[in-house]
């Protein structure tokens, strides 16, 4: 499964769901730019949690609830992505813009610009 699968609910630019790995063969992680920030895991038992991303690092909270079904969860994912979108904005763009400078090479490729992540042109 390559291609990005549409979201449940209309979402802002950026969003959409596609497998947190090549070996997913399901639609498991909502992804804003290219950056992970809920995903649908299942269970041994064959139930979903949805885990919710607000934020990184070792002390960050493991956000996760238990969903009814696949496609509830992933609403419940789109919904917390709704209320919380510029939080995800802001830490997908600090991110992207840390990536673009110390990981893109210079003078290769095209510039990452923090104000597409942010849902704004940077004419503003």
Do not use: Y
């Not at 769901?17 to 498991?28: A, G, N, Y």
């Not at 763009?93 to 704004?120: E, M, N, S, T, Y």
Request: glycine share 8%; charged share 25%.
């Amino acid at each position: 499964m390559n291609a990005d699968t549409q979201t449940l609910i209309p979402m802002p630019d950026g969003f959409c769901w596609k497998p947190r790995c090549h070996l997913d063969t399901l639609p498991t992680g909502l992804f804003l730019h290219g950056v992970q920030v809920a995903s649908m895991q299942q269970r041994v038992d064959g139930s979903w949690l949805a885990r919710l991303s607000p934020e990184d690092g070792m002390h960050a909270p493991l956000l996760l609830k238990p969903c009814s079904s696949f496609d509830a969860g992933r609403r419940g994912c789109e919904l917390w992505a709704l209320r919380h979108e510029q939080l995800l904005r802001r830490k997908v763009a600090k991110k992207l813009q840390w990536i673009q400078d110390h990981v893109v090479l210079r003078g290769r490729g095209k510039q990452l610009d923090p104000g597409d992540v942010l849902g704004r042109s940077a004419s503003r």
